[in-house]
DNA sequence: CGGTTTTGGTTGTAACGGCAAGCAAACAAC
DNA sequence: GTTGTTTGCTTGCCGTTACAACCAAAACCG
């Protein structure tokens, strides 16, 4: 760690950039979800992902995973979901170690009230202001950044282990 | 509402890639930093903010903005830091309600031991799996969605009210 | 000036997330 | 089969953050 091998004053600007996306997206997204469905938007992608499984089920860790989350993190919040009535917690047939958290018919209808709003803000806040060519970059640079920062994950582009 | 005009699949998938990237990056960050340092990001982007201001001195205000911050969430973290002695808070002259945060020579001495590392872990998780295309994409895109996310802040490109 | 509004900042409370410890089931070894 | 290890998930506690209420100084306004 003798040379730091300083960023340069463009990658510096660009890292700039990315940190204040980083600090200020969650909370524009947040606002919008508590304000128009009290779900953070945490809450609001776990059910997104519970919502295309099939079954609309998914083992604990699997849903972990989708939801880039740790075991503790997710484990409190379907918690919380199971709470409110949209998420069930029923014990999975193969492995009686295992949990399987599935969607409830509120959970359900929850997802559809709330999802026009989330995506209206999606677009305003982000997609909106760029063109096909920003939105194929961002895709492919983010696909960069997510290979390094998480290389377990293929992102699951489709398929699944 | 009605029409929530839903996003392309190439849209949807550079939006996940992002939502996962902005899930990530926090505990990466995170982690190296204050398992080597014992600081937050936050908190290390705040004495780095304090360090680039003339004196190393910044109102608070000025600071919040700098680092994307609400007045409540920085004036909690410059207790901590005061607390530690990174930094030290000062009436200004001025105007009697503003309080201005400066950077002590332990504050500065800390950051100097702390950014080598964590330099080399923004390269590793993020820049180095980057060519200069991609980071001139990413600083342009990350600026148009700075742009419409927070108008306000003019992204700092050197200039300052 | 007196009264209102706006700005600058802090504090209290409650919620959320991280960490580490814990427990139970599965698996592996022999 | 019984011992040790790993996997799957949960829980408790603590630090951090958001939200709202608050106070004080400045600015505005007749």
């Known amino acids: ?9 463009r990658q ?8 204040s996306v980083v600090e200020l997206l969650p909370g524009a ?15 609001y992608f776990t059910l997104a992902m519970l919502s295309e499984a099939p079954h609309c089920t ?24 199971q709470g409110r009535g949209f998420v069930e917690r029923t014990a999975s047939a193969e492995d009686r170690r295992a949990t399987n958290a599935e969607l ?4 359900w209808q929850k997802l559809v009230e709330t999802a026009p709003g989330h995506v209206a803000t999606v677009r305003s806040s982000v997609i ?13 640079i983010m696909g960069r950044i ?15 282990a």
Request: aromatic share 4%; no cysteine; glycine share 4%.
């Open 1 to 9: 760690m003798d040379d730091p091998r300083w960023l340069t004053p």
């Open 12 to 19: 510096l600007r660009a890292w700039i950039r990315v940190v």
């Open 29 to 43: 997204l947040d606002s919008q979800l508590q304000r128009d469905a009290g779900l953070t938007h945490f809450e």
């Open 58 to 81: 998914l083992r604990m860790t699997a849903l972990a995973r989708r939801t880039n989350s740790s075991p503790a993190r997710l484990s409190h919040v379907i918690a919380r979901l």
């Open 104 to 107: 409830t018919e509120a959970g």
């Open 128 to 140: 909106d202001g760029l063109d096909d060519a920003d939105v194929a970059d961002l895709d492919r």
């Open 146 to 160: 997510l290979s390094t920062l998480d290389p377990t994950s293929r992102q699951r582009d489709g398929s699944e």
